[in-house]
């Protein structure tokens, strides 16, 4: 038997197999086709549906461009303080959005800036962005808690604001050392070292009462005028630096020190040509003096001889006062209490948030100090 009649034989089908295999084939057309009519109307006819995700979709877009987004405006650099800083002002200084937003939450959560590098750390802030943002950053010193102790720390705090006038320790009753704004303690402090004959001979003579913080003696410091004894008894040390002047005193001599000539002041013994002209161009440039204890800020004149003329010197006239609102940068720092970073501050501080309401509204600007302030008002009006 050759090949070809095995093959044949073995690929024989009856009748009843063929009519199978054609049954087979058309259900295997028919679901071939069914299949791919079903996949092809499912396509046409269904769409899948976004709408619900449109916001997500909108908020992920908006993200995308605030991320990328760069700052049109020219960024404007002041002074700020990045715990007190609101949105605006440290946008206007450049900071991106996302980048004030973090440091608003920081804040909120409870973080603070302790010094500048700590602004540093806020997420986003650029290296390049922060140096040159860092020299603008002013944070106000904190306030550190005197260490020794004393009993008037635990007295209700004042509400009556302390009244600053000019006043000799040697003198002033209790009432009036009351509306200084001294607590009861240190009043009584000092009442009881005057009762033993204790006397203030300087106006730094005060600080040494038991419970007279350094601030409050600071702020009252250019209001202490202590009327010298008719009788002074002279140290050899003030005799060395004070000129001798053997000019007899004359007690009929009261100048006013806001009036007074160069020659007028050189009527008094130990005042020469040259402490005369220094005194005269200091109260120029001061605008006047608003306390005789003032004229010891003259540049090299000795205590010796400031304790030997105040019996001889009166205040009858006050000081020019500056329009705090108008002034410039050249006006402000024309005078000897103020420098002209201070003023350029001040200055700008105005341009950026309208006019002064308080004199004490310069404590905002941060670098006018409180001590500064005591110093300046009687000098500023609004």
């Known amino acids: 038997m050759t090949a070809w009649q095995i093959i044949r034989d073995y690929f024989e089908f009856s009748r009843t197999e063929r009519y199978g295999l054609f049954v087979l084939f058309v259900l295997c057309l028919l679901i071939l086709g069914g299949t791919t009519f079903f996949v092809k109307n499912k396509k046409s006819t269904s769409s899948t549906e976004f709408s619900p995700y449109a916001e997500q ?6 993200n995308t ?3 990328e987004e760069v700052e049109v405006a020219e960024p404007t650099l002041f002074f700020f303080n990045p715990n007190m ?6 946008q206007r200084l450049g900071i991106p959005r996302r980048v004030v937003k973090t440091i608003l939450a920081y804040r909120r959560s409870g973080g603070s800036f302790k010094n500048a590098n700590d602004f540093k750390k806020i997420y986003g802030l650029t290296p390049a962005l922060f140096q040159k943002l860092k020299p603008w950053i002013q944070l106000p010193k904190s306030v550190v808690a005197s260490s020794k102790m004393d009993s008037s720390a635990f007295e209700p705090k004042q509400v009556i ?3 600053l006038f000019p006043f000799d320790p040697n003198q002033a009753s209790h009432e009036e050392l009351r509306r200084l704004g001294l607590p009861n303690r240190v009043i009584n402090t000092l009442l009881k070292y005057r009762a033993k004959g204790g006397t203030f001979r300087k106006a730094d003579d005060l600080s040494v009462i038991y419970g007279l ?18 009788t002074t008894k002279i140290s050899p040390d003030s005799m060395r630096q004070a ?11 009261i100048l006013d020190i806001n009036t007074a000539s160069a020659e007028d002041w050189q009527r008094l013994r130990g005042i020469g040509p040259a402490y005369s002209r220094r005194i005269v161009n200091f109260r120029e440039k001061l605008g006047g003096f608003y306390a005789i204890n003032q004229i010891t800020e003259t540049y090299g004149l000795p205590d010796s001889i400031f304790q030997q003329i105040q019996p001889f010197l009166k205040l009858e006239t006050l000081p020019r006062q500056i329009l705090l609102n108008n002034a410039s940068v050249a006006d402000l720092s ?3 209490y103020l420098n002209k ?13 309208g006019a002064f309401q308080r004199i004490d509204d310069l404590l905002k600007t941060h670098v006018v100090k409180e001590k500064d302030l005591n110093r300046l008002r009687p000098y500023l009006q609004l």
């Open 57 to 62: 979709v909108q908020a992920f877009y908006e």
């Open 65 to 67: 461009n605030e991320r």
């Open 85 to 90: 800083a609101n949105a605006e002002d440290l």
């Open 161 to 163: 604001e302390p009244e």
């Open 213 to 230: 913080s350094t601030a409050q003696f600071e702020q009252l410091r250019l209001y202490i005028q202590i009327v010298a004894p008719e």
């Open 243 to 253: 000129p001798k002047d053997n000019r007899p005193a004359n007690p009929s001599i």
């Open 334 to 336: 024309a005078h000897p």
């Open 341 to 353: 970073k201070q003023a350029a501050v001040i200055v700008n501080y105005r341009h950026q948030h």
